[in-house]
């Protein structure tokens, strides 16, 4: 195993969980959104075809709190090593805590909460500013907006641009993820062997793989200042 060294690349894979301590709820386990919601209902094409008022409803609550709420420790400390290291962060979360922490190469695997995309045009997408998508609001087309998020059954659009980022990892960080939602769960599994890999989560996963890893089990805003600290010191 290698350590850090100056100018290397460091690769983060990141979940829900990393905004927990934000007051952002993750998806699984107690707490977890999907108690409160059914996937078949909120974020598939199907729901979007069924009862799309229902869809807009979940995503724009979720957008309103986004922003009665602040990037914590985790966040933060992540920002910090852009000070020492090349760093991408693969963010599975479609919130904006990384970038208001100041981490400033993230790349949203399963889209951004504060967007909105044509349905007409997917090339087509708006900056939401905090405010609801509601039915009838539409692009320049005439199209109805959505969430500029991935539904369960779409594909993942920044699948293989991540697939090469993790292959070209020196250090790759695990945070806050179950790692039960693929394709995003095999990027933790595409570093080369020399890369140092390092997972953070309160309730490790069971899955197989993970020998490879450094795991802690601790939360995200206690564990990475100082995970940051001891790359940035080596
Ligand atoms: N610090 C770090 N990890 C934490 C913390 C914390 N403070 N609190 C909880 N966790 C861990 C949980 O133990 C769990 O393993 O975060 C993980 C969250 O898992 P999920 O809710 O499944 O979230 P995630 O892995 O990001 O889900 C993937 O599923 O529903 C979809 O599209 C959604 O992007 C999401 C995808």
């Not at 919130?95 to 909460?113: F, I, M, Y």
Request: overall charge negative.
């Amino acid at each position: 195993m290698t350590g850090a060294l100056p100018h290397s690349h460091v690769v983060v894979l990141s979940g829900a969980g990393i905004s927990a301590e934000s007051g952002i709820r993750t998806f699984r386990g107690g707490g977890g959104l999907w108690h409160d919601f059914r996937i078949e209902d909120v974020a598939t094409p199907d729901a979007w075809r069924r009862d799309p008022e229902k869809v807009l409803a979940f995503y724009n609550a979720r957008r309103r709190q986004l922003y009665s709420v602040e990037p914590n420790a985790g966040h933060r400390a992540l920002a910090e090593l852009e000070k020492d290291f090349a760093v991408t962060i693969i963010t599975q979360n479609i919130d904006n805590l990384h970038e208001r922490a100041g981490s400033t190469n993230v790349l949203h695997l399963h889209g951004e909460l504060d967007k909105a995309r044509s349905t007409a045009d997917e090339s087509l997408v708006y900056e939401l500013g905090g405010k609801d998508i509601c039915l009838g609001d539409t692009c320049e087309l005439g199209g109805q907006l959505r969430p500029h998020v991935v539904w369960f059954g779409e594909r993942v659009p920044e699948l293989e641009r991540a697939e090469d980022i993790v292959r070209r990892a020196d250090v790759l960080l695990v945070v806050g993820t179950s790692l039960s939602v693929y394709p995003a769960a095999n990027l933790a599994f595409l570093a080369p062997s020399h890369a140092r890999k390092i997972l953070v989560n309160p309730e490790i996963p069971d899955t197989v793989g993970l020998e490879a890893f450094e795991c802690l089990g601790e939360p995200a805003a206690q564990a990475l200042p100082r995970v940051v600290e001891e790359l940035r010191n080596r």
